[in-house]
């Protein structure tokens, strides 16, 4: 059972364009968001993550929005670059036990010079 | 090491083999999860360990699924009589965190084992 839906599935930007991908969680026992970048080949690598009590975090050109009463968190990423073509996964931590990660599906991240 | 290691990188099976894969976790990480990554998916939970304790495994998809972590640190997850279903990438992540003093602590992943059953 998903618990944790993302979308787009892909997207396509243009250098210098903002990109956004949203998330939304069906389970309120979550204490953690947050967002990974993965390129091929590679694991999972934080990026950005925000707490439940707070509406948004930025860090340089990424930003999180999470809006708590609709369940819903997104991801902007501010000045797209070719480098931020990745996949990226968002994902809620459960408050149980060590606190594993249910991620979302993915979106693969083209930015096009 | 400065991060999360797994061996081996590429693993082929032929259907039926039994498989071990090694995840050596950042030092002095209590916690440990492996997850399984399905081409074009996220990764899913498939057990967690807090030193050596298995403390929920509830992901494994069968049981012919087994992880064990004996000293507390390295970790093997083994797949006995692999099937083709069994194929993805194998990730393990490991953090500083323990039950009750999580707060903002991060898993750093490991770069995976790619199994593939033929």
């Known amino acids: 059972q998903q618990q944790v839906k993302q979308s787009p599935q892909s997207l396509i930007v243009q250098k210098g364009g903002i990109s956004i991908i949203n998330c939304a969680y069906e389970?309120?026992?979550?204490?953690?968001f947050p967002w990974y970048q993965q390129f091929p080949g590679k694991g999972p690598a934080l990026l950005i993550a925000?707490?439940?009590?707070?509406s948004e975090k930025k860090e340089g050109r990424f930003t999180i929005s999470f809006n708590k009463s609709a369940k819903q968190f997104s991801l902007h990423i501010m000045d797209s670059q070719p480098g931020d073509s990745a996949t990226y996964f968002c994902a809620a931590r459960t408050v149980f036990q060590g606190g594993k990660l249910i991620f979302g599906q993915g979106t693969e991240l083209s930015v096009k010079p | 090491g400065a991060g999360v290691s797994q061996s081996p990188r590429y693993k082929v099976a032929k259907r039926g083999q039994d498989v071990a894969l090694r995840c050596d976790p950042i030092s002095g990480h209590v916690s440990l999860f492996w997850y399984q990554q399905a081409l074009g998916q996220g990764p899913e939970f498939l057990t967690y360990?807090?030193?050596?304790?298995?403390?929920?495994k509830s992901g494994l998809p069968s049981d012919r699924f087994f992880a064990e972590r004996p000293e507390g640190s390295v970790s093997t997850l083994k797949i006995q009589r692999t099937q083709q279903e069994d194929s993805a990438v194998y990730l393990c992540a490991s953090s500083l965190a323990r039950v009750g003093l999580r707060k903002d602590t991060e898993a750093f992943f490991g770069q995976g084992t790619r199994l593939t059953v033929v």
């Open positions: 925000i707490r439940p009590d707070v």
């Open positions: 389970n309120t026992a979550f204490d953690y």
């Open positions: 360990f807090q030193n050596e304790a298995q403390l929920d």
